[in-house]
């Protein structure tokens, strides 16, 4: 029986070029997105076994929703990439508007929480697994314009590591910084600059076998992606 990945946030960027190339190493692959046309392409990209399913992370019902679906047909995760996250509109933080700021809030710390309080428990009943808040750069350091996103991805680190202190053995919980990557995020902040730095595709080729190989033995870990 293969492992079990569960992507938030799996139809662009890193999302969809983890989910195809963990589909290709074996895996099966659930993953959602806000999109619903994007989630049709990842079904036909990617169909059974692989559950793909409509969910806004910011939204507990939908998420509880997403984690019945995926609990019901393919059963409790191996790995738990909490990957969807977005990121501010280049501004200094007096000028970010109060629903710019809470929906940043709401994605990237609120999602991470909803989707923990959903799939956590059958791990913990099976007794393994891996969850994987993503972090970034900006979550160990800082830059101007984009400080709602840095302290979403502060507030992730120090919440993984709280996590990992709670966790019975066989577990493990770990803040990982991607790196930096020419993504649609990335282009947002660097502009064309952002196609200096490798693309998602080529990011997953070594990242997914890293994600693969974490264990029980680094809960706690503030790791970077090679």
Same mark, same amino acid.
């Given at each position: ?10 139809? *662009? ?35 059974? @076994? ?21 609990? $019901? ?48 428990? @059958?791990?913990?009943?099976? /007794? ?11 979550? *160990? ?9 840095? $302290? ?38 660097? /502009? ?35």
């Amino acid at each position: 029986m293969s492992k079990v990945v569960v992507i938030t946030g799996c139809t *662009r960027g890193l999302g969809r070029a983890m989910a195809e190339r963990f589909a290709a190493d074996g895996w099966t692959v659930a993953g959602c997105g806000r999109s619903g046309e994007s989630i049709a392409e990842m079904r036909h990209a990617l169909p059974d @076994p692989h559950v793909f399913a409509t969910c806004d992370v910011s939204q507990p019902t939908t998420v509880a929703g997403f984690c019945g679906e995926v609990l $019901a047909t393919v059963g409790a995760p191996d790995l738990l990439l909490n990957n969807a996250a977005i990121i501010n509109a280049n501004a200094a933080l007096w000028e970010v508007t109060e629903e710019e700021f809470a929906r940043v809030i709401d994605i990237n710390i609120k999602g991470v929480h909803s989707m923990i309080r959903q799939l956590l428990p @059958p791990m913990i009943k099976r /007794g393994s697994g891996v969850i994987v808040n993503f972090s970034s750069g900006w979550g *160990r350091s800082t830059s101007p314009d984009v400080a709602p996103y840095c $302290a979403t991805k502060w507030a992730i680190e120090g919440l993984t590591q709280a996590l990992s202190q709670e966790l019975p053995r066989g577990l493990a919980a770990v803040a990982l910084n991607p790196g930096i990557i020419d993504t649609e995020m990335l282009r947002s902040c660097f /502009g064309k600059g952002a196609g200096a730095y490798a693309n998602a595709v080529e990011w997953a080729r070594t990242a997914v076998p890293f994600l693969q190989k974490l264990s029980a033995n680094d809960n706690g870990g503030a790791l970077t992606a090679p």
